[in-house]
């Protein structure tokens, strides 16, 4: 059987596998994606970059996401009642990316995979825990029973989403978020850079911005 040319990038090289005639059914595609996947792996696990070469983008990598990981503490504990315990809090939320990062470049199905804490879910852990302190105070509960509802509540909202994204994963179910409607999709990311532009004002000047 003749051997089909390869598709050559800058991280590796795989098989060409696109032909005049596209997949006739859902089962055909999953299939040659898995394939592709799996050459993927293969070419991947021959390579191996020296010892210190890994340990030096390990650096340069923590060097870039370290203080970025820190200023989203902020920005999530914002709100005045987290000032008295900012420090603590930016620790914790250090501590849970470091999590997240090894879990995703562990257990991801691609060999190579970053997983760097993104700021999309910024403004929704940042109202969740505005609106929790608010709440709480209202109802009269104490400074640590506020600080444990909080920190707890962030960490059972963030895993229900994991979980929800892995099912979207498992069930191949992201092409419908291609309904939404463009203007929605740059309206949202639009904010996201406006929300991150004025906290990190607010961060800089120590005013409430």
């Not at 003749?2 to 005049?20: G, M, N, V, Y």
């Not at 060097?63 to 820190?70: A, K």
Request: hydrophobic content about 45%.
């Amino acid at each position: 059987e003749e051997t089909k040319p390869l598709k050559t990038s800058q991280s590796c090289s795989i098989h060409d596998r696109k032909s005049s005639t596209p997949p006739t059914s859902k089962a055909a595609k999953v299939e040659t994606d898995d394939t592709l996947l799996e050459e993927l792996k293969r070419e991947f696990d021959s390579q191996s970059n020296p010892l210190i070469l890994s340990l030096l983008y390990g650096l340069v990598n923590t060097s870039i996401v370290l203080p970025v990981i820190m200023s989203f503490g902020s920005i999530i504990y914002h709100d005045e009642f987290f000032r008295p315990y900012l420090s603590v809090l930016m620790k914790l939320t250090v501590v849970s990316g470091a999590v997240h990062q090894i879990t995703f470049s562990t257990v991801s199905s691609l060999p190579f995979a970053v997983g760097q804490v993104q700021d999309a879910g910024l403004i929704f852990l940042s109202a969740m825990a505005k609106d929790l302190v608010w709440r709480l105070k209202s109802m009269g509960a104490d400074d640590v029973s506020i600080l444990a509802t909080v920190t707890i509540g962030l960490s059972l909202y963030t895993a229900l989403l994991g979980f929800a994204l892995i099912l979207i994963g498992k069930f191949k179910l992201a092409s419908y978020c291609q309904l939404l409607p463009s203007s929605v999709v740059g309206g949202y990311l639009g904010y996201i850079g406006f929300f991150c532009g004025q906290a990190g004002l607010a961060l800089m000047a120590s005013v409430n911005v």
